[in-house]
C-alpha cells in the first residue's frame, strides 16, 4: 500500500485546486484511492490499496472526513467501519459494482432460509463486493466477509463453522478458491438462485458443502482461455497474472492469480527483462506497465475497463471536496449497520495480524 502527499504545485487547474483544498483541511481530510482508478485521481490519494488494505486503514483514521475514489460498496465497507464523528464521501454515488449489484439481499436471505429448512447448517461468506444488507444479512447468520486478499483463509474459517458455506456472490472467487483449498468438484455447485431458492435441487442440497452464487465481474469474466493462449504463442517464455475473478480455466492457466495488491506485487518481483501479461482492470495494468518500463514489459491479458471505478474523474473529486458538508456521503441503513459491521469485524479478527 502506498502512503503519499504529493508535493505541489501539481499540473493542471484541477489539481492544483484540490492540492489547495488538502492543504487548508490538513488532517481533517484523509483520500483513500483503490488501484483501478484514473491516475490523475490516485495522485490525490494519500493512501492506495486493494480492497483489504484501504478497509483495514478505516479503524485507525482520525480524520473527520473520509474521501473513498473507488465503487460504493467500498465507500460503505468504510463508513461501516468508520468511527462517530466520521463522514465517508464518494465523488460520484453512482459508481456502482455490477457483481454487488447482483445478489440482492431478500433473495440471500430467503435462499439461506431454505438451505436451513433443508436441515443445513450454513455459514455465508460475502466478498466484500456486496451491498451493507447483504453484509448484514451473513452477519446475522454469523458469517463474515472476505476479500480476493483473504478468500482462502475466510472460507477456511466458515467451512470449520458449519456443515456447509454460501459464498457470495462471485462464482469465479468461490471456484478459484475451492480450488486452492482442494475442495472435491462433487461437493461444490454454482447455486440457481431463481425462485429465491425454490429452485434448489434437494439432493444437491443435502451432499454439496460449497454453494457459490451465480454472480460474476463481467469486466473479468470476459478474458477467455484463448486470451491467454494468444498471449503465450506471442511470448512463448511470458509469465501470466491474473485476479481470482476471471474464470477458473484462465487462473489454472496462470502462474500466479492474487488481489489487485499481489498482482503489484507479482510484477514488481519479477525477474528484469521479464514480459508480464497481466489480467485484470486496464488502468491498473496501464500504470504498472509505465512504472515498470524499460526494466520489464507489462502488457494486458485483454484491455477490460471498469466503467464505475473510471466515473471517478479529478473534475468530481474536486466538487465532492468543496461540498463535504453534504452531498456526496454515504450512509447505511442503521439497521444493516451493526450486522454488516460484525461480518466485517469477523474478518478482520480472522485475517489480523
Ligand atoms: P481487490 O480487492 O483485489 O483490490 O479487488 C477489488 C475488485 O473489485 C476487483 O475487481
Ligand atoms: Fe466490481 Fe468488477 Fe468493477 Fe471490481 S472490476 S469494481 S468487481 S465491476
Redesign the pocket.
Known amino acids: 500500500m502506498s502512503h503519499h502527499r504529493p508535493t505541489p504545485p501539481l499540473p493542471g487547474d484541477l489539481a492544483r485546486e484540490i492540492a489547495r483544498l488538502r492543504e487548508s483541511l490538513g488532517e481533517r481530510l484523509v483520500i483513500l484511492a ?1 488501484h ?1 482508478q484514473h491516475d490523475d485521481v490516485v495522485r490525490h490519494a494519500d493512501i492506495v490499496g486493494d480492497s483489504l488494505e484501504l478497509a483495514r486503514r478505516v479503524p485507525g483514521l482520525a480524520a473527520e472526513h473520509i474521501v473513498f475514489c ?2 460504493y ?2 465507500a460503505e465497507t468504510a463508513a461501516i467501519l468508520a468511527g462517530p464523528g466520521q463522514t465517508v464521501h464518494l465523488p460520484d454515488l453512482e459508481a ?5 449489484a447482483m445478489a440482492p439481499a431478500s433473495r440471500v436471505q430467503s435462499v439461506l432460509a431454505h438451505l436451513a429448512a433443508a436441515g443445513r447448517r450454513i455459514v455465508p461468506l460475502t466478498y466484500v ?1 456486496s451491498s451493507a444488507g447483504v453484509k448484514a444479512v451473513v452477519g446475522r447468520h454469523g458469517g463474515a466477509v472476505c476479500t480476493s486478499a483473504n478468500a482462502a483463509t475466510m472460507l477456511r474459517w466458515a467451512l470449520e463453522r458449519g456443515d456447509g458455506v454460501l459464498f457470495l456472490p ?1 462464482k469465479n472467487l468461490a471456484w478459484n478458491t475451492a480450488d486452492q483449498l482442494g475442495l472435491p468438484a462433487g461437493e461444490r455447485l454454482v447455486l440457481d438462485v431463481r425462485g429465491d431458492g425454490r429452485r434448489l435441487d434437494p439432493e444437491a442440497v443435502r451432499r454439496v458443502r460449497l454453494f457459490a452464487w451465480p454472480g460474476m ?4 469474466h470476459r478474458m477467455k482461455v484463448s486470451h491467454v493462449s494468444a498471449a503465450r504463442a506471442a511470448h512463448p517464455d511470458a509469465l501470466v497474472v491474473v ?1 481470482p ?1 476471471c474464470r477458473p480455466e484462465v487462473v489454472a492457466l496462470a502462474e500466479a492469480s492474487g488481489s489487485t495488491r499481489s498482482i503489484i506485487d507479482y510484477c514488481h518481483r519479477a525477474p528484469a527483462g521479464a514480459t508480464i501479461y497481466v489480467g ?2 486496464i488502468r491498473l495494468v496501464e500504470r504498472l506497465a509505465a512504472r515498470l518500463a524499460p526494466s520489464k514489459r507489462i502488457l494486458p491479458l485483454m484491455a477490460s475497463a ?4 473510471g466515473k471517478i474523474t479529478e473534475t468530481k473529486l474536486l466538487a465532492c471536496l468543496k461540498h463535504l458538508s453534504g452531498g456526496y456521503a454515504v450512509e447505511t441503513p442503521p439497521e444493516d449497520a451493526a450486522p454488516a459491521r460484525e461480518a466485517v469485524r469477523r474478518m478482520l479478527e480472522a485475517c489480523a495480524g
Open positions: 483503490h483501478y473507488g465503487v460498496f467500498m456502482d459494482c455490477i457483481m454487488a463486493n462471485d465481474c463481467a469486466i473479468h485476479h475473478e485484470t482492470e471498469c466503467e464505475n471505478m
